[in-house]
Structures are given as C-alpha cells and as structure tokens.
C-alpha cells in the first residue's frame, strides 16, 4: 500500500511540482525570520550537510556525511514493491516512501551505475544483503574505465577503494556497498586516463572519503569536464580516493534548502540518514 500510495505521490510531483531550488535559493523571496542567536545558528549550521562552492568557474554542491551524526544506507527500492517494479528510479518515491518513523534524512543521491530496469551493473549490498556480484569484466563505458570502484562501509567506517583492491583486501561483506567507475582519484592521483580538461562535458556527481572519516558527496551545478572534477576531489577535499557515481542523470535529495532533483530515471541511491549521534 506504502509503494501505491508513493507511486501516486511521485506522479503528482512530476505533474505539479516547480524546478528545485539550488542550496542558498530555497528561500529567495520569503519574508526574512527574526534574527536567531549565534549559538542557533552554529547548531542550524552544523545540521545543514550541504553547500555550494566555486572550484575552475564550476558550481558544485558538496554533502558531508560524518560518521558522528549519520549513518549511511543503500536503498534500490521499496521492500513492498510488487515483483518487478522493485527499483525507486526517482528520488522524489523514495522520499514519499520513507514511514513516518523513518529517521530524518540529511541527503541522498544517485549512487552507482544501472542497466535499462534501474538495477545495478556492479557489487551492491543493502542492509548486508548482496544483491549483485562484483563486477571485474572489461567492456565500453564509464563503469569499464579501469580501474573503477567500490565505496562501501560497516557501521560508521566507510571506504573508497579500487575494484581489485576491495576484492583482495575486503574479506567481510559491508553494510552497504555500490561498485561504480571509473575512480577519479586512487592514492591522491588522478585516475590515469582522465585528461586535464577533455572535451566531454556533463553534469557529474562522486564521493570520496577523507582521512577524517568523513564521506564526501559532490554534484556538478553544470557540465563540467572529468579533469576537473576528479581535480577538486584531489586539491580542495584533499581525498586519498573518490569514485565517479554518474553523470546526466546525476541528481539529490536536499530536504534543508528544499530540494528534490526529478529528471531522469535513476537505478540504486545512496541515502544519508541522521543518526541521533552528536546532533543538535
């Protein structure tokens, strides 16, 4: 009933919904709020995931997830689906599929590369259950540029690591995972066959996780080049390692500055949950 109920959900977002707002715009044109205390404001700060920044004349919206107040989540679809019409494929269903007594979510986006039903292509794991084998075959494409990878975690600790690295060194299955590619940096290097600044261009998104622990999501404003992108994870975020999700269809989940990306039809997601840890 939950899925029916979300399904009608989604198809009256589509049908009546105005373009979403970027983080910074949700509130442009409202009567301004009665000026809050600093120490208001550091805590509405703190619990604010994601912000926009420039890198290169590109606008990029980065989230953070911290193990210290998130907990992170694979979800390809309701578990109340009817067979074959498992996979969310918008962000807005799994936004109106999440019960009342779900814990708030922080953000979620697009996470790893799907065939022509929204199932993934390469290893996924949901709640500990693999739903797809590791993918080490060879062929066209984004996910096919060696070496591409996996980002997974258990519990509060989550990685980013090559496909051949996770295979031999990654012997317990992870809480969650996503296999994707190509990576975009590998040991603070950009992945070899990513040019400076190439010719193709996309609206792209990424994770990499920091030496602090913390996981970080980014998606492009705009279409932006692999150089450059893969460039900002290595020079600003400063990540060891970060992994390429997607590019055209990439798209958020950003319930604090009111937004919620409907383009086109997406395949597994990645959904940053607050833990109750460390919150404001």
Same mark, same amino acid.
């Given at each position: ?10 198809? =009256? ?50 989230? +953070? ?6 907990? +992170?989540? #694979? ?12 996979? &969310? ?15 708030? !979510?922080? $953000? ?5 590369? $799907?065939?022509?039903? *929204?199932?993934? +292509? ?27 990878? !996996? ?21 317990? %299955? ?11 940096? +590998? ?11 190439? !010719? =193709? ?5 990424? @994770? ?5 622990? %913390? ?16 460039? &900002? $994870? %290595? ?8 992994? &390429?999700?997607?590019?055209? @269809? ?12 409907? #383009? ?6 990645? @959904?940053?949950?607050?833990? *109750?840890?460390?919150?404001?």
């Amino acid at each position: 009933m939950r899925y029916a109920a979300a399904l009608t959900a989604l198809l =009256s977002f589509t049908a009546c919904s105005p373009e979403p707002a970027a983080p910074g715009e949700a509130n442009a044109g409202k009567p301004k709020a009665a000026k809050s205390s600093g120490k208001d404001k550091a805590r509405a700060d703190k619990a604010v995931a994601c912000r926009v920044e420039r890198f290169e004349k590109a606008r990029l919206t980065v989230c +953070i997830a911290d193990p210290a107040r998130h907990r +992170i989540a #694979m979800a390809l679809g309701p578990k109340d689906a009817p067979e074959g019409t498992r996979p &969310y494929r918008h962000l807005a269903l799994l936004a109106a599929s999440r019960p009342p007594d779900a814990p708030p !979510v922080a $953000f979620a986006m697009n996470g790893g590369m $799907f065939d022509e039903d *929204g199932q993934p +292509i390469g290893y996924y794991v949901e709640d500990g259950a693999r739903l797809q084998k590791l993918n080490r075959s060879e062929g066209p494409g984004n996910f096919h540029m060696l070496p591409n990878g !996996v980002f997974y975690g258990t519990g509060q600790v989550w990685a980013v690591s090559t496909t051949d690295d996770f295979a031999d060194r990654v012997t317990e %299955r992870p809480d969650f995972a996503t296999q994707s590619g190509p990576m975009l940096v +590998i040991d603070g290097r950009l992945h070899p066959e990513i040019a400076a600044d190439g !010719v =193709s261009t996309n609206i792209r998104n990424g @994770v990499g996780v920091g030496k602090d622990g %913390r996981a970080y999501f980014v998606i492009s404003e705009a279409p932006l080049s692999f150089g450059k992108f893969a460039r &900002y $994870f %290595r020079d600003v975020l400063k990540v060891p390692n970060a992994l &390429y999700l997607d590019g055209k @269809v990439s798209s958020l989940w950003d319930p604090a500055h009111g937004r919620l990306d409907n #383009m086109a039809p997406l395949g597994p997601l990645i @959904v940053v949950e607050q833990s *109750g840890k460390g919150t404001p």
